[in-house]
């Protein structure tokens, strides 16, 4: 599987982005993005099943973020509103074969594959 995210970019606090993540190869049944900022640990932030549609978001993100899927495309979106400056970071997409858990989704031990990541930066 691999996987191509895009979408990052610079923009001013309060303003919006929306990642693509385009997965090619075998269809992975969760997928997530974690973010990550040089000299820390990769976080969760969002994830989302095939199976049922269910969502995940992290706690930063609830109200602000919203995962979605085209499982046609076998692609995966995070849209962000209200961005602040301390979502600065790369941001990666990341795929599971099987259907995580909610105890699962947040651990980046659990996904399979990963893509490069795609930077995004919010100026106050």
């Known amino acids: 599987v691999q996987l191509q995210a895009s979408g990052g970019g610079l923009v001013q606090s309060g303003n919006s982005l929306r990642l693509s993540c385009a997965a090619s190869?075998?269809?992975?049944?969760?997928m997530g993005w974690f973010r990550q900022v040089s000299g820390k640990e990769r976080e969760f932030v969002a994830a989302?099943?095939?199976?049922?549609?269910?969502?995940y978001l992290a706690d930063f993100a609830k109200g602000r973020f919203t995962i979605s899927r085209d499982n046609a495309k076998n692609a995966v979106y995070l849209q962000m509103n209200s961005l602040k400056p301390e979502d600065t970071a790369v941001y990666h997409c990341?795929?599971?074969?099987?259907?995580?858990?909610?105890?699962?989704?947040?651990?980046?031990?659990?996904?399979?594959?990963w893509g490069q990541g795609t930077l995004v930066t919010v100026s106050s």
């Open positions: 989302i099943r095939r199976g049922d549609g269910r969502t």
């Open positions: 990341a795929a599971a074969a099987g259907n995580l858990i909610a105890s699962a989704v947040h651990n980046d031990l659990y996904y399979d594959y």
């Open positions: 190869g075998r269809t992975s049944n969760t």
